[in-house]
């Protein structure tokens, strides 16, 4: 019997979706965003609550600042992408943390693409595992599907998601998926600016790799392609040959772990109330019930403290009133200010340092009464 799923997370796609699919003013008491943080959380509790069983295996690649192979290759590569917001960069810090909480290996190589390690990983385990999931949005990694790889695409959101298997693949594209590497070299990706061969389009170049099978088959064939289309793909020779380059997944590099160093064995409930807290995310707090546990040695972690007892409250509120400025964030069950209701109350007297006050979660831990603190 084989040991269970590999679960592979296009980390940088999840992040980028959390950004852009989650409120911008999502923000910590001290104004610090924390939107695709939220974002990323809400969609690996999803998958570790729904999907994922202890004895699976999962990593969440990520890419890094350096320049890959592909820029080394081709110094546009991508280079009509706009820049990270800055928003978005101010929360890169905490993403291994929070995902190394939920129970996942963190993945991040000098080098190499998200997508090259999440290759990778699927060409080199598939056949020790029941099956490989790819969670992204990347039409590239389409190729890497067959019998045994398959694919959960983003439709809208973070948790909407669309199955591809080798029919859904060549239902969608026409093609087999280890086809698509050609139709994405001929078609090009203005996303990632790859040039692909100037002129020809998804549509194009579908009809051009049904009749003639491979990019080989087309050059093979030219005399039969009209005077327009046969002069585009000679004078879009090397562009073609750069986009193969480009479009390729390195399946075959140094990741540096085995398979079980992956190993999915729950959330690890220390450091996720850990990184909650610092992220004043309490409804997640509430959600995995790690308010319970309020005992001393955790409910001061990095300057952000877990106001526990009445006896904390006092004095918290004696300090406030002795201090001439600090900031209050109320937490809540909703973005909608008309539907929202407060659980808790977030407080911070100075830099690098927080109190969270529990009102109204759904536990039997200590809280402070709502109509009182209010």
């Known amino acids: 019997m084989m040991p269970g799923k590999l679960y592979l997370f296009d980390g940088t796609a999840i992040f980028y979706r959390g950004y852009y699919g989650i409120d911008i003013t999502l923000t910590n008491s001290k104004g610090e965003p924390t939107n695709a943080l939220f974002g990323t959380a809400r969609m690996l509790s999803k998958f570790t609550r729904e999907k994922m069983k202890k004895g699976d295996y999962a990593i969440f690649a990520f890419d890094r600042k350096e320049a890959t ?25 905490d993403i291994p943390d929070l995902v190394e909480a ?45 019998e045994k790889i398959h694919i959960l695409r983003f439709v809208t959101g973070l948790t909407d998601l669309e199955f591809y298997d080798e029919e859904r693949v060549k239902s969608k594209y026409e093609l087999e998926p280890k086809r698509l590497h050609a ?103 509430d959600e995995y019930k790690l308010i319970d546990e309020a005992d001393e040695s955790l409910s001061d972690i990095n300057g952000y403290k877990l106001v526990s007892s009445d006896k904390e409250l006092d004095r918290l509120l004696r300090k406030m009133q002795s201090n001439p400025l600090f900031a209050v964030d109320l937490e809540t069950t909703s973005l909608d200010p008309y539907s929202a209701e407060i659980v808790g109350v977030s407080i911070s007297l100075e830099e690098e340092t927080g109190y969270y006050i529990p009102v109204a979660h759904k536990s039997e831990g200590w809280q402070a009464k709502k109509e009182e603190l209010l």
Do not use: W
Not at 69 to 93: F, G, I, N, W
Not at 111 to 125: C, F, K, S, W
Not at 255 to 278: A, N, P, S
């Open 69 to 93: 192979k592909r820029h080394e290759a081709y110094e546009s590569y991508k280079a009509t992408r706009e820049a990270m917001p800055e928003a978005l960069v101010a929360q890169l810090e």
């Open 102 to 146: 939920f129970g996942i290996k963190f993945l991040s190589i000098a080098g190499l693409e998200a997508d090259d390690i999440v290759a990778t990983a699927a060409t080199r385990y598939r056949n020790e595992v029941d099956e490989v999931l790819v969670v992204t949005g990347d039409k590239d990694l389409l190729q890497l599907v067959d």
């Open 183 to 285: 139709l994405l070299s001929l078609a090009g990706d203005s996303s990632d600016n790859i040039p692909g061969v100037p002129g020809i389009g998804i549509k194009t170049a579908q009809k051009l790799l049904k009749e003639y099978g491979d990019i080989d088959g087309i050059y093979e064939n030219m005399r039969q392609l009209s005077p327009g289309l046969r002069k585009k793909l000679i004078d879009g020779r090397k562009s073609l040959e750069l986009s193969m380059e480009l479009v390729k997944l390195l399946d075959d590099e140094d990741l540096t772990i085995t398979l079980d160093d992956i190993k999915y064995e729950g959330f690890k409930k220390k450091e996720l109330r850990e990184v909650f807290l610092k992220l004043e995310f309490s409804s997640m707090i």
